[in-house]
């Protein structure tokens, strides 16, 4: 198997929206699942379907955002079929706002819309607790990689971080993340430093971050 990490084409959302899914099922990722609660799912078709085209959307929407890469790792032996992708939110200049890429409107019905908004609120608490009033500005943000599940464990996650944190490096910027349990060992293995930990409904996660001072 041969996987090349490269910049994602807008056509490819499709594909990385279905991978998205699998990825982040909500039988297997908690914070999902909280979201996108069982009890409010349509009983008529297999669940997290419902949250699909709301996941597409939310694709779309970063490849309109100046400051958002999308990346995705293809195994050329596959016909280039898309086996993991990540999002990185990229610094701005000293006197440029950044953008945070728009919220899509949650489908209704399948959403817990108080957990979402507190999920919310957690999230920019820690920017803050982290970097003040400058927040995400100065720092190379991942905000999510997803690797299909029949190729977990192959190295796929670890190429997909190691593209943004040798940008980072390059522009002698720290990396921030914010990790899941599951997550956490392979950020730990890059020098990644726990900041503080993230009740995240029950589960610890925590907020991570890769100083410049350690790479150099």
């Not at 999308?70 to 993991?84: E, K, P």
């Not at 006197?95 to 949650?106: K, Q």
């Not at 940008?167 to 950020?187: H, I, K, N, S, V």
Request: with cysteine; glycine share 6%.
């Amino acid at each position: 198997m041969t996987i090349v990490i490269r910049t994602a084409a807008e056509e490819e959302i499709p594909a990385i929206a279905r991978l998205a899914g699998q990825a982040f099922h909500p039988t297997t990722d908690w914070i999902t699942r909280q979201v996108f609660p069982l009890r409010l799912q349509p009983k008529d078709i297999p669940d997290g379907q419902a949250s699909q085209p709301w996941r597409r959307l939310r694709k779309t929407v970063c490849f309109s955002t100046p400051n958002c890469a999308v990346i995705v790792a293809v195994n050329t032996s596959l016909n280039n079929q898309i086996v993991g992708y990540a999002i990185w939110d990229l610094p701005v200049g000293s006197h440029e706002p950044p953008v945070t890429p728009a919220d899509p409107e949650l489908p209704a019905g399948v959403t817990d819309f108080k957990v979402y908004a507190e999920l919310k609120v957690i999230l920019e608490e820690d920017h803050k607790a982290s970097f003040g009033d400058r927040g995400l500005k100065d720092v190379w943000h991942l905000d999510m990689i997803g690797v299909d599940p029949h190729y977990q464990r192959q190295g796929i996650g670890r190429a997909l971080l190691t593209w943004g944190v040798e940008q980072a490096t390059r522009e002698g910027r720290d990396c921030y993340l914010m990790a899941t349990p599951q997550g956490r060992p392979l950020y730990e293995s890059f020098g990644f430093d726990i900041v503080r930990p993230l009740n995240m409904f029950g589960v610890m996660h925590h907020s991570m971050i890769l100083r410049t001072n350690k790479r150099t």
